[in-house]
C-alpha cells in the first residue's frame, strides 16, 4: 500500500479542489493550527 502512495495514489486534482473549496488547507497548514506546531 505504501508503494501505492508513493507512485500512484489518489491522483486528486488539488487545484480544482481548491477551486471548489478555496478554504483547504495544506497538511503542514492544518497542523499549525490544530497543534502549534510549526515547519523547521
Known sequence: ???W???S???ADVQA???QHP???TLETWLA???G???A
Open 9 to 11: 495514489g489518489y491522483n
Open 23 to 25: 478554504g483547504l488547507l
Open 5 to 7: 502512495f508513493g507512485e
Open 37 to 39: 506546531l510549526k515547519a
Open 1 to 3: 500500500m505504501l508503494f
Open 17 to 19: 479542489l481548491r477551486k
Open 33 to 35: 493550527r490544530t497543534t
